[in-house]
Nanobody, 119 residues
Framework: VQLQASGGGLVQPGGSLRLSCAASGSILSVNNMAWFRQAPGKQRELVGS???????NYSGSVKDRFSISRDNAKNTIDLQMNSLKPEDTAVYYC??????????????WGQGTLVTVSS
């Protein structure tokens, strides 16, 4: 099983960016999916998560600016980021809890995609 993230880049403050992440491999079921981020010199933190039923949770710092969605048929998760601020600069990682050929639930991480918010 692999998670492949894409969509990072350089954006000006106040701009928008959309990240995508696709899970592939021997997948039988996907439970919670999430986006994390890690800024330089800081610990990785949860940005937000989405359940298999579509319920979402967000950290206070991104609530009302970021939106998470998923496509259960394609095993993908997206992160729409609006009103970006310089403090949103970080490497963004997708995460998924997946039931595969191992016949147990395992957590998988994407490779990370860099988002830089700067003028």
């Amino acid at each position: 099983v692999q998670l492949q993230a894409s969509g990072g880049g350089l954006v000006q403050p106040g701009g928008s960016l959309r990240l995508s992440c696709a899970a592939s491999g021997s997948i039988l079921s996907v439970n919670n999916m999430a986006w994390f981020r890690q800024a330089p010199g800081k610990q990785r933190e949860l940005v937000g998560s989405i359940s298999s039923g579509g319920g979402t949770n967000y950290s206070g710092s991104v609530k009302d600016r970021f939106s998470i969605s998923r496509d259960n048929a394609k095993n993908t998760i997206d992160l729409q980021m609006n009103s970006l601020k310089p403090e949103d600069t970080a490497v963004y990682y997708c995460y998924a809890s997946i039931y595969g050929d191992s016949r147990r639930w395992n957590g998988y991480w994407g490779q990370g995609t860099l988002v830089t918010v700067s003028s």
